[in-house]
């Protein structure tokens, strides 16, 4: 499971420094990360358990990325298959827009950002349109650079 989450990651375009969780029937996949309070999230070790195990009886899951963040996502599963012996990564097949920023503050941090870095007189567009490097075009989605994150999943 640990290896599924980085490829959700790397296909949304996070950088991987947060916490995350997957939901799946009646139990919590999760980092097993030591440093968590007790009683915070109880949970099986996702390295401990295969996707194939754990999607056989089910048809969808949510991974929850970033906790102070939230940013949750439903994932509904279409189809078990077996790939290609000479796929060595997973392929991304469509998407839409572009994936928030890492650390924007949740979904009303990111329609703030969004606010400010739309418009020049906003108060925090300058210091938003240079930490997010330059441009950001919310309605864009590269499935070739997508694609390019996965195959560096291993």
Known sequence: ???????????????????????????????????????????????????????????????????????????????LIWSSPGLKHAVCLDGENACPPDDVGGASGYAYFLVAITDDAHEEHDDYVEWIGGSFDPAEFNLASA????????
């Open 147 to 154: 694609n390019a994150r996965c195959q560096k999943v291993r």
């Open 1 to 79: 499971m640990d290896k599924l989450a980085i490829m959700l990651i790397a296909a949304m375009g996070w950088n991987n420094s947060h916490l995350h969780a997957f939901r799946i029937g009646d139990k919590d996949y999760g980092m097993h990360a030591e440093d968590w309070p007790d009683g915070e999230i109880d949970e099986i070790d996702e390295k401990t358990v295969t996707v194939l195990q754990v999607l056989r009886a089910e048809g969808d899951f949510t991974f929850d990325y970033d906790f102070g963040d939230s940013w949750e996502h439903d994932v509904a599963v279409e189809e």
